[in-house]
């Protein structure tokens, strides 16, 4: 296969992680079939529609069904057979002990194993546990029914190649990449995967040593969990300082930007708040201790680091209790329910954390996000306590807070004259400390940061 210039790639699992690969691969010149077994999921991406939120993908997918690079469809034996490479990027959700469910995965690797007639790389995309390539290779290289003679094994290789996208940064992640890093078995295996990436390459001007990191399968595998785990680590560091900043009176800004001055630290995820949230980190912190707990490794500091997050949001609460002891019948505006800026993503969201405990003791809420609104009602409901708001002034009208939850940028550019006007008590929890304490103090509000 090395060095074809016409290779086909099946990408199965068309979600965050799926389908900006498939794009991005498709835009990279290779022709992408993608598989996914919702087939109103296929019918919508066929015509067009993108059925979440995720920056650029929606202009890429029209572009290549229309250069025909892309195509959408849910027949997977089809779609194994006019493919040189499969992908996995089907979803690893947890169980509720923490542990990783790997069993999407493991009926794509029987249904691969069933269609599989000739040759194939099987690349594994999706975030999983260590050893989770080994277990798909063993199932592919099992017998089909009514079969006796090992099928796919002596057809099949399989390939780690974690993602590192991030969620409303997908397709700038794809094309930008700080590292590839490879799991293989099988070093001969090599060529064909630089050549995969060698449009990448030409595309951005980089070589194949400047990102390319080759090691084998569960060292991929682990490099994806330890890094999620030691930014999630980082966050929780910050935090916990924060807490201290917080009752000396001292602040976490000047600290963040003290020590991440020192390069061995680094400026990136030392911004102190309510916490981290979202699809990944805290799911693959906790596969990651599960892994430990597996192995008979001691993982407590990452169990820490959990617990750490977790207690974000009582700080942030007992700070507004603190302020206004009794809050039945108070009214809060909420700016921000997404997990961060630019995604319209509430799972594990601190900010949906908040809003319960808040509702649980009949606090009145006014919410206003750009872009999370829709699926924040289509996920969680609402209530006779919430309301929603057409934008963040409009959200805090007769309020006694304003509450940040999400660090979306325009939050800072609000009209702070106009915001005190229309505010029945002036006072800002900033659960992400965003705004310039001087500046809002100055503006006649009542300020409260996580340690600022
Ligand atoms: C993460 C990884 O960054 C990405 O490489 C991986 O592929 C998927 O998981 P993502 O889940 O999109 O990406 O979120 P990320 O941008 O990492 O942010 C995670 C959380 O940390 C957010 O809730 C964010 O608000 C919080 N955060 C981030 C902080 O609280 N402070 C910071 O300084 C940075």
């Known amino acids: 296969m090395n060095h074809k210039t016409n290779m086909t790639l099946a990408v199965f699992g068309l979600g965050h992680v799926g389908l900006p690969t498939a794009l991005g691969f498709a835009d990279l010149g290779w022709n ?37 690079k892309f195509v959408v469809s849910s027949d997977s034996n089809w779609a194994v057979n006019q493919a040189d490479i499969l992908f996995i990027c089907v979803a690893t959700p947890e169980y509720k002990d923490g542990s990783a469910d790997i069993s999407q995965i493991e009926n794509l690797a029987y249904q691969l194993r ?18 989770t390539a080994e277990k798909i290779r063993i199932i592919l290289s099992q017998p089909k ?17 974690p993602e590192f996208l991030r969620e409303g940064k997908a397709i700038e992640d794809f094309f930008n990449p700080q590292r590839i890093v490879v799991g293989l078995d099988d070093m001969s295996l090599k060529e064909t995967i630089i050549n995969l990436y060698m449009p990448l ?17 569960r060292s991929a595998e682990i490099s994806k969990n330890a890094a999620n785990s030691f930014l999630a680590t980082k966050l929780s560091f910050i935090n916990m300082v924060s807490d201290l900043c917080l009752k000396v009176g001292a602040n976490i800004d000047s600290v963040s930007r003290s020590i991440g001055a020192d390069p061995r630290i680094g400026t990136d995820f030392l911004k102190a708040g309510i916490g981290y949230g979202g699809e990944c980190l805290p799911k693959d912190l906790n596969s990651f201790i599960d892994s430990g707990k597996t192995n008979g490794v001691n993982f407590s500091i990452l169990e820490e680091v959990q617990k750490v997050n977790d207690n974000r949001v009582t700080v942030y609460l007992s700070q ?8 039945k019948d108070m009214s809060f505006a909420v700016w921000g329910l997404a997990f961060k800026p630019n995604t319209d993503e509430i799972r ?8 319960n405990k808040l509702i649980e003791e009949y606090a009145k809420l006014r919410l206003y996000d750009p872009l999370a609104m829709p699926v924040f009602k289509n996920q969680i409901g609402t209530s006779e306590l919430i309301s ?6 409009d959200a805090a009208v007769d309020s006694n ?18 915001l005190f006007q229309v505010m029945k008590t002036p006072i800002i929890f900033d659960g992400r400390n965003m705004l310039d304490r001087d500046f809002v103090t100055e503006s006649g509000f009542e300020y409260y940061g996580l340690g600022i």
């Open 145 to 161: 029914e009514n079969e006796e003679v090992q099928s796919a094994d002596k057809f099949v290789d399989v390939v780690v190649i």
């Open 114 to 131: 069933d269609s599989i007639k000739s040759y194939k790389i099987v690349i594994q995309k999706s975030t999983t546990p260590v050893n």
């Open 401 to 418: 807070g304003v509450l940040i939850l999400t660090d979306w940028p325009q939050f800072k550019e609000q009209d702070l004259s106009k």
């Open 32 to 68: 992408v079939i993608g598989v996914d077994s919702d087939r109103s999921k296929v019918e919508s991406l066929t015509k067009g529609h993108v059925p979440f939120f995720e920056d650029g993908v929606d202009s890429l997918l029209k572009k290549h069904l229309k250069s025909d």
């Open 388 to 393: 929603f708001a057409s934008d963040p002034i």
């Open 201 to 217: 390459f030409q595309k951005i001007g980089k070589e194949e040593q400047d990102l390319m990191i080759f090691t084998d399968t």
């Open 320 to 327: 507004i209790k603190d302020t206004l002891p009794n809050l």
């Open 348 to 355: 594990n969201s601190p900010a949906i954390n908040i809003i």
